[in-house]
Nanobody, 114 residues
Framework: QVQLVESGGGLVQAGGSLRLSCSASGSFFGTMGWYRQAPGKQRELVATITRGGATTYGDSVKGRFTISRDNAKNTLYLQMNSLKPDDTAVYYC??????????WGQGTQVTVSS
């Protein structure tokens, strides 16, 4: 059974930091990424990373967030620094298997207070 399980969300003050983790199991994943969805808004890209470590970032998080992965542990990370109230959202982990199937985690809430 393929599973992606996020952890690390919570409540933090503006300017603070959080580190999200996504534990993957049941398959070999290629490109993985983080997406987020705020209330009343569409889900948007936060960052992606290939198995080889190439990264892309959404414009709103460039310079503040860092995506990384540990292939040996099948774990994806998102280090979030200088958090803003606009970063408040449910953050989702996504992964593509080698057969190009896309899987999503259940999401973890991040709330940034002003």
């Amino acid at each position: 059974q393929v599973q992606l399980v996020e952890s690390g969300g919570g409540l933090v003050q503006a300017g603070g930091s959080l580190r999200l983790s996504c534990s993957a199991s049941g398959s070999f994943f290629g490109t993985m990424g983080w997406y987020r969805q705020a209330p009343g808004k569409q889900r948007e890209l936060v960052a992606t990373i290939t198995r080889g470590g190439a990264t892309t970032y959404g414009d709103s998080v460039k310079g503040r967030f860092t995506i990384s992965r540990d292939n040996a542990k099948n774990t994806l990370y998102l280090q979030m620094n200088s958090l803003k109230p606009d970063d408040t959202a449910v953050y989702y982990c996504n992964g593509f298997t080698l057969s190009a199937h896309s899987y999503w985690g259940q999401g973890t809430q991040v709330t940034v207070s002003s």
